[in-house]
């Protein structure tokens, strides 16, 4: 089976720890996804950031959230949110810390457990 391309959405000034060890998830040779880094090295000009961040999701399947603890008040990660339904690209959430309070941001229904069996299911189920 083909692995489906995912765009990574998370908190860059929270977790980018977390985005690391989902991209060392992928390249598990057993991975059903693998990372599309569309990341955004330097700021685009707030006039056309959204329009160029919609194109990054449109090339990819899934778009998975990383939810730690301020993910909900992360303007960048909402957009991208928004961005995914726009692109009708199909998308989750994965609790990024266990050990912490991650309250989900709007716009996302849920977030799942972050776990390797979870992975394999919500990324397979993704049309």
Same mark, same amino acid.
């Given at each position: ?7 990574? =959405?998370?908190?860059? *000034?929270?977790? +980018? ?5 989902? @991209?060392?998830?992928?390249?598990? %040779? ?6 599309? *880094? $569309?990341? @955004?090295?330097? %700021? ?16 990819? +399947? ?7 603890? $301020?993910? $909900? ?14 692109? +009708? @690209? ?7 810390? =266990? ?12 977030? $799942? ?7 394999? @299911?919500?990324? =397979?189920?993704?049309?």
């Amino acid at each position: 089976m083909a692995k489906k391309r995912a765009f990574i =959405s998370f908190d860059f *000034d929270h977790d +980018e720890d977390l985005r690391n060890l989902l @991209v060392g998830q992928a390249k598990n %040779p057993e991975s059903p996804f693998e990372i599309s *880094d $569309y990341s @955004v090295r330097k %700021p685009w000009a707030e006039n056309n950031w959204e329009t160029k961040c919609l194109e990054r999701i449109k090339k990819t +399947e899934i778009v998975i959230i990383i939810v730690g603890e $301020y993910t $909900y008040r992360a303007e960048g990660v909402l957009t991208e949110i928004k961005l995914a339904k726009i692109a +009708e @690209v199909p998308y989750f959430g994965l609790h990024g810390r =266990s050990d912490k309070n991650c309250p989900v941001p709007g716009g996302l229904d849920k977030t $799942y457990k972050w776990t390797w069996d979870n992975l394999k @299911v919500l990324i =397979s189920g993704a049309r």
